[in-house]
């Protein structure tokens, strides 16, 4: 039974910093690929950022440069560091996983895994 557990998210200022947390259960983020996602209210899921088990990273253009996602194998966690945010910003973010997926994927489509999101608000 996969589990995905998000956390961190919160209110911030414009152009503050926040940094997410997804706790894994049932599924190694070393292998597979991992992801975050963003859902603002009646816009389309979007992805943010996907990690392979490489290690290698894909972004969305509206937040390259500014997001950075990480994972940490020993505790089993992904991580989405946020900088520069912007209202826009403003969603409920969360976590993604799959064992197989598409290189560098960043369609909802390809995840088989999600979380239960955690939200993030920009003001």
């Known amino acids: 039974h996969v589990q995905l557990v998000e956390s961190g998210g919160g209110s911030v200022q414009t152009g503050g910093s926040l940094t997410l947390s997804c706790l894994a259960s049932?599924?190694?983020?070393?292998?597979?690929?991992m992801a975050w996602f963003r859902q603002a209210p009646g816009q389309e899921r979007e992805g943010v950022g996907v990690?392979?088990?490489?290690?290698?990273?894909n972004y969305a253009d509206s937040v390259h440069d500014r997001f950075t996602i990480s994972k940490d194998n020993a505790k089993n966690t992904l991580y989405l560091q946020m900088s520069s945010l912007k209202p826009e910003d403003t969603a409920m973010y969360y976590c993604?996983?799959?064992?197989?997926?598409?290189?560098?994927?960043?369609?909802?489509?390809?995840?088989?895994?999600w979380g239960q999101g955690t939200q993030v608000t920009v003001s």
């Open positions: 993604a996983a799959d064992p197989r997926g598409r290189s560098g994927s960043l369609s909802p489509a390809d995840y088989s895994y």
């Open positions: 049932g599924f190694t983020v070393s292998t597979g690929y």
């Open positions: 990690v392979d088990s490489y290690g290698r990273t």
